[in-house]
């Protein structure tokens, strides 16, 4: 039954023959749709088919010129260099690098270290080896200063030393390469000789400290108002190119740092 089909007490059969031509049938328009989407899935499908098929025969013929050497990609070298990046060189033992202002570093490894100057806390590609850095004394302790340029950034994990002279030269041994003096009794002294110093503990818990210092310098130390001739210290008499200043810390009286430093005897 049509939605015409209530109509058929009120219009004539021409009429209703009318209306069908102006109003189709809904459900024959809906069973024609149906029919022409199935068809254009049909359509699909095939199409769907054919182009894999292409693809298939496309990928064949890459396969077959890459194995013959025919294919393109085979004779374009520039495309198989691209995909392939050459490792970033390392360090070599014996290797030499120009540290720049007349510094050159001798590539060794850490092991084998002996007087070094610093290192990257930095694990990386300089781990494992040090570099003895070799050249005119005052450009390298800049150099040092100035915290090693851009080698420890370059090398991560790198371990910068010197030589024994060099080292001496800048000052990494300290004055003296033993205690200079022992201390008296009710005291005990920790020896620090690369920074020329030692603390001292009093048997009662008072502390003080003891200071290795150049001969020259005794007359200028003494005449310092905030250093030798200022209370709470002690000087020592020079021996052997050196003296030793005293001073007090914690729980320490004057009086105790001065038999402190009277007590002191040089050790030759």
Known sequence: MTDLDHLAPLVGPALRERLRDERPDLEHLAATSLASGQQLRRRRRVMSGTVAGVAAVAAVSVAAGLVTGDGTAARDRSVATAQ???????????????????????????????HVLGSSSEPGSGTGFAVLVSGPVDQIESWWSAGFDSLLEDWPGIVVEVSEADAAALGMFGKVDHAPASAPAGWTCEWFLVDDKATCTADDGGVASLVIRDASERDAWLSSPDKGAGPGGYTTEAHDGIFISVQGGRGTTDAEIAALGEGLAWVD
């Open 84 to 114: 392939t990046s050459a490792p970033a060189a390392g360090l070599q033992v014996g290797q030499v690098l120009d540290l720049g202002d007349g510094l050159t570093g001798t590539v060794g490894k850490e092991e084998d270290a002996l």
